[in-house]
């Protein structure tokens, strides 16, 4: 079983949220890509899709959208049962999904394996419940591949890590073949940037900084 370190910390969180949450609403339409992506996208290059979980998909999102060779990153929700379902249904936990982020990128500038280690340097891979202060299995991490080579490179990547002796415990990361991706509400995506002292005080409290200090030695 995980350690409780958390506890009090999720007390904070939870106050937090609420009152993030009642700020922000929720009665916003899914947000459709409406030209932006494609006004960054190169026609003669062949970018890739990964599929990405690893708790919450604000702090995912933000770390992507940092790196060089990432296009667009896209917070919302994959793997569940309920078509078009919306952030109070995911977080229920009832519907099957986890909060996700699909990254579009240039595999001339990144390598999967990178965008992989992206991943995996935010997030705690060894966390079966939930991630950091959000528990549940909506918040667990896995990464959705998309082919084969994608699937054997995560698969990979894990058994390195988990040779590696960097985590006490083993990685329980999922990998998952992709069945779906719904694009999260409007006021989800760019969250960091649009509420960025909510964002900062959320993921200070979470433990998620914490924790990345200690195990990568960074915190973004």
């Not at 896209?74 to 049962?81: D, E, K, L, P, T």
């Not at 996700?100 to 060894?126: C, G, H, N, R, W």
């Not at 993921?203 to 990345?212: H, K, N, V």
Request: glycine content about 8%; some cysteine; overall charge negative.
């Amino acid at each position: 079983m995980k350690s409780l370190k958390y506890k009090y910390i999720f007390i904070f969180v939870m106050v937090i949220g609420l009152i993030v949450y009642s700020q922000t609403g929720d009665g916003t339409q899914p947000l459709k890509n409406q030209g932006n992506l494609e006004n960054k996208m190169d026609k003669n290059i062949k970018y890739e899709t990964a599929t990405l979980a690893g708790g919450c998909f604000w702090c995912i999102e933000a770390a992507f959208e940092k790196v060089e060779g990432v296009i667009d990153a896209v917070s919302g929700y994959s793997g569940g049962h309920v078509e078009n379902p919306s952030y109070e249904e995911v977080t229920s936990g009832t519907t099957g999904h986890y909060e996700a982020v699909q990254v579009k990128f240039d595999p001339e500038k990144i390598s999967y394996y990178q965008v992989l280690m992206v991943l995996f340097e935010q997030i705690d891979p060894t966390d079966d419940s939930g991630s950091f202060a959000d528990r549940g299995s909506q918040y667990q991490s896995a990464v959705f591949y998309h082919n084969d080579v994608q699937k054997k490179e995560a698969e990979a990547l894990i058994e390195q890590i988990d040779r590696s002796n960097r985590f006490d415990d083993k990685v329980v990361t999922r990998v998952l073949s992709f069945k779906n991706f719904y694009e999260a509400e409007t006021y989800h995506q760019d969250y960091y940037k649009k509420n960025f002292v909510r964002y900062s005080a959320y993921r200070s409290l979470s433990g998620r900084d914490y924790f990345l200090d200690k195990v990568w030695g960074q915190t973004d």
